[in-house]
């Protein structure tokens, strides 16, 4: 028990306070002086709790965040490493022009390359800077992990042999004429 202060004592000697109050009120100056005061108000604490709650919500989006750019930038490079193992060497004299974006691209293949993705057995992937002809079941893994990479498919479904010029008059008018078999852009 600490020692009792002369206020105290002579509170005591008066019979003003009983010495169970003068313990009672030496114990909360103690506690005082250790920092260990008694609990704060109910406002007090429910604020404190909210905030806390508030805080922990907060630290959990910022995680869901940082898991989700995560897992996307994983799939990118799992794209990236299935174009890189699966890819299909090609080479040859006769240029393939695509599009990618609002640009006209070229790639030297050969015949039989040209025949495949025509057919819709090779597709195109972007390669970093370059471009990459991938066969149909590899690029179907890379189309489900970053399906931006795809640039050509000529097999996917879906896809409309017919180009159409975005005028319903036109597009009647023009298919009445042929495209050449031997027609090559």
Known sequence: MAKPNALQEQLLKAGLAKKSQASAAAREQAKAR?????AASAEIQREAERARLEKVERDRA???ERNAATRATERRAQARQIVQDHAVPHAGDSEYRF???EVIRTLLIDPSLRKAL???ALVIVAAGESYALLPRAAAEKVRERAPELIVVDHGQA?????ASTGNAEDD???AQF???DDLVW
């Open 118 to 120: 025509s057919g819709g």
């Open 62 to 64: 910022l995680a869901a």
């Open 158 to 162: 879906g896809e409309t042999s017919v």
């Open 172 to 174: 009647a008018y023009y």
């Open 178 to 180: 042929q495209i050449p």
């Open 34 to 38: 250790q920092g260990k005061a008694p």
């Open 99 to 101: 599009t990618h974006g």
